[in-house]
């Protein structure tokens, strides 16, 4: 078994929510095992994050259902074709849920659960007619637990990982894999909140056998892993990089 399982040359990928955080991080990966990437997303700072990379960029809110259809064409386009996607964009919104707004619930599960469904959709048709294709989506350990006072979050993450596993067992007969990663304690912005509080970024430390936060680069070789001929035989696997945490 040679390295060339993990060789991801002329493969094609998109990443949603390069701009910054975990999203920049497998689409680095990806760029480094090979992969030509474009990014997706609303901010500026993807089109930065592209040109740090030397990859394609296009701007656009995923939440938006009438066009995003038009900006994962435009992708396309400037790919030439499609053979995975990664979807890393995400968004969160803390408090009570006794005091949580129900635009505050629309906006986390348009943003983290609805605009995935619609990626893959339009991603799974391309890869369904091909007979090949890797879909790696962003779970979370909400997805395997309730957290606290993040309600739409693990509500979104949790449907994140079911959907995962419905797409799999419709797709895998087509040679499509479609599978997740689940991060654990990362430090991104999503999660400053926490690492930037002393006492509770070394309490959840504490509690991870690897003794530390996430970076970014920790996901790597998942990523690398479910997007290339290594996991052609892997479909609906939620798959923890957590430092160990749910060992614990």
């Known amino acids: 078994m040679g ?25 680095e990966a990806l760029v480094g ?17 592209a040109r740090d990379l030397d990859v394609h960029a296009v701007r656009a809110d995923l939440t938006d259902r009438e ?34 707004e129900a635009a505050a619930w629309d906006d986390v599960l348009e943003t983290n659960l609805t605009s995935v469904f619609g990626l893959c959709r339009l991603a799974g048709r391309r890869m369904v007619d091909a007979g090949r294709g890797k879909i790696v989506t962003v779970a979370s350990m909400l997805s395997f637990s309730g957290g606290l006072e993040v309600a739409p979050y693990a509500a979104s993450k949790g449907g994140v ?15 499509v894999n479609v599978n997740a990663i689940a991060p654990g304690y990362f430090r991104t912005e999503l999660t400053a909140p926490i690492w930037r509080d002393p006492g509770r970024s070394a309490e959840i430390a504490g509690r ?26 892997v479909h609906g696997v939620v798959l923890p990089v957590d430092g160990g945490w749910l060992a614990r």
């Open 33 to 49: 095992a090979g992969a030509t990437v474009a990014l997706i997303g609303r901010s500026e700072r993807v089109e930065d994050a």
């Open 161 to 175: 990982a079911q959907l995962t596993k419905a797409l799999a067992n419709e797709w895998a007969p087509h040679g």
């Open 67 to 100: 066009a995003l259809p038009a900006a994962f064409e435009r992708v396309v386009e400037l790919l030439g074709g499609l053979d995975i996607l990664v979807t890393a964009h995400g968004t969160t919104r803390r408090g009570p849920a006794l005091d949580l």
């Open 208 to 233: 991870l056998p690897a003794g530390r936060w996430g970076e970014p680069a920790d996901l790597a070789g998942a990523t690398v892993f479910l997007s290339s001929a290594a996991s052609d035989y």
């Open 3 to 27: 390295n060339g399982l993990f060789d991801l040359a002329g493969r094609r990928a998109l990443v949603t929510g390069g701009g910054s955080g975990l999203g920049r991080g497998m689409a």
